[in-house]
Every structure is written in structure tokens, then in C-alpha cells.
């Protein structure tokens, strides 16, 4: 009867390979999803200028008081002003919040709108939200080295819930940002993805690596948060800022495990 009474590697191996968590020669990706949007093509930049914001504003004239009644407003300066109204829209375009300003008027009559809030974007907002957060730290075992038709555990190392409060210029945010959904590319083509972060005793995923060879695997943490933010005419509101993408790499070996029969 043959019993198989070894397990070798081409390589030499510790037979007690070890798990942990580890970033080494990683990057780290941060780009957003919008409301609205699937993210099918890929998150946007957080970086970028184009990266929408929650919030438009617009100066819109407001028509002139009845007569007799009515008269010119007073501006901030004491002067004859025009009355106009700072409206705000959310991304679908609905007004969520008007103000009535008293707006200066030139020499000739012509109204001197004040300079628009800046709006801080998208990926600004969550930039600040994730401020503490660094690179996803992959959590694999074994390590340093799998081995082929052995299980790799795998989950993700770091926080999984932040609290938020910030300031943006003349905005301020509040709020918890959580972790939603963590994913796994194999390197081989495959993905495996996790709702939980997982831990060392309780691995997020379990994957088999058929063949020998060094892959590199991606780990990708999508953050979600519920944010209230407020600014120059705008009460403090719920504001939904879409999904954040942080992402990190790592090389790792595989080596091919044979087993060794003898009589």
C-alpha cells in the first residue's frame, strides 16, 4: 500500500506558513462613484475638476416690489441695491434651498453679484472624510508564499467604520462613512468579493490557487458614509455623496505542492 508521508514545493517552504496583513510595493487608488451612477466604467478620479458637486448655486433676480408699497432695498454698504435670490440645487437639479439678498448696484445700475460659494466636489468631501484612512492592507495566509490546491485566506486589515467632521472652506460635514464592500482580484482573473472586512480567524474569502507562479492581487474597499453638510445659504442637510474606492496591491508566490508517495 502506498501512503503519501511528505508534501514538497519546487521551492523550499516553511511547513508552518504564517498569515498577516501587508502592503508592500502597494499603491494606492482613491477615485468616487457619484449618485446615481453604477460605477460600470470605473470610478472617477477623486482629483479631478470635473468631479461633480452636491450642490449648485445660482443668483436669480427676484421681481420688484408692488407699487406704492415696494421700494429699492438696502444693500450691506447702505446703498440702493436690486433684489435677487441665491438658490440652491442639489445634483437632480431641484431646489433645495432660496435666500433673498440685497445686491449692490454699479453707478449705472447694473447689479454686482457677489462671488458664488465655492462648492467643494465630490471627491474633495471625501477626501476629508477618509483623511485617516491609509493604503487597504491585504491580510493573506499563508505568507510569505501559497501553495497551489492549498485554500488562501484572505480579508482586509484596517477600520471599518469613521466618524466625520470636517470643514471645507465656508462648508462643514458630518457624519459616519462605513465600509460597504471589499473585493479581491486574484491576479488569475478571478475576483472574490466580501461584504465584511474578515479577520485572521475568520477570513473575508477563500480562494484556490491550480497553478504555480507570482500574482498580483488587488484589494479594493468600497466606503459608503451619511454625511450632513451646510454652508453659505444652505441649512444643514442629509447630502448623498456616492460610493469611495480605495486600493491597494501586492505580489505574491505561488508555488506548486506535489504530494510524495512511498512503498
Known sequence: MFVPTAIYADDAISPTPSGGGGVTDSTLFVGIIAP????????????????????????VPLPPPPVPTGAACVDPFGGIGAWFALVVRDLSGAMVATEPRCVPLDPVGVPV???????????????VAL?????????????????TGLETWLWYEGPSELGVSASIGAFTVTGTAHLREVTFEMGDGQTVTATEPGSAAAPAARYVYERKGTYEIVITATWEAELVLSGPG??????????????????????????????
Open 113 to 127: 453679484l457677489p462671488e458664488l460659494p465655492p462648492v467643494p466636489t465630490i471627491g474633495e468631501i471625501w477626501r
Open 36 to 59: 446615481g451612477q453604477t460605477g460600470s466604467s470605473g470610478p472617477v478620479s477623486a482629483d479631478s475638476p470635473a468631479a461633480p458637486r452636491p450642490y449648485t448655486y445660482t443668483w
Open 131 to 147: 483623511r485617516d484612512i491609509t493604503r487597504p492592507a491585504l491580510g493573506i495566509n499563508p505568507r510569505p508564499t501559497g501553495l
Open 234 to 263: 444652505l441649512p444643514a442637510r442629509p447630502t448623498p455623496i456616492g460610493s469611495a474606492v480605495l486600493r491597494s496591491s501586492e505580489s505574491y508566490p505561488v508555488q506548486e505542492v506535489r504530494g510524495l508517495l512511498v512503498g
